[in-house]
């Protein structure tokens, strides 16, 4: 089975950085997973922050330009800069086992998530 532990988080200025990790444990090639960071606002919908597959990354608009999510074995980073009182939020790691590059699908398996909360 897949198993996904995210570290990281906490409380931040707004302006500053945070780091997210995420250990994938998972049955085939991460190369061959959607890895992605989700998050999830109080009163609001979940959205995905950012994803990854063999290389190529997505983002979302209001992120683009400060966050940097990356893949190193089969751990997954979500580097946050800039960090504005609105990103805060449950932060979670999710992974979609995808045979092409379209990440957008219904993510299989979460990490059990992370706090993040920005205060300006």
């Known amino acids: 089975s897949v198993q996904l532990v995210e570290s990281g988080g906490g409380s931040v200025q707004a302006g500053g950085s945070a780091t997210l990790s995420c250990a994938a444990s998972?049955?085939?090639?991460?190369?061959?997973?959607?890895l992605a960071w989700f998050r999830q606002a109080p009163g609001k919908e979940r959205e995905k922050v950012a994803s990854?597959?063999?290389?190529n990354t997505d983002y979302h608009d209001s992120v683009k330009g400060r966050f940097t999510i990356s893949l190193d074995g089969s751990t997954v980073t979500l580097q946050m800069n800039r960090l504005k009182p609105e990103d805060t939020a449950m932060y979670y790691c999710?992974?979609?086992?995808?045979?092409?590059?379209?990440?957008?699908?219904?993510?299989?398996?979460w990490g059990q998530g992370t706090q993040v909360t920005v205060s300006s």
């Open positions: 999710a992974a979609l086992w995808s045979m092409s590059d379209y990440c957008g699908g219904a993510y299989m398996w």
């Open positions: 998972l049955w085939a090639n991460p190369s061959d997973y959607c």
């Open positions: 990854i597959r063999r290389g």
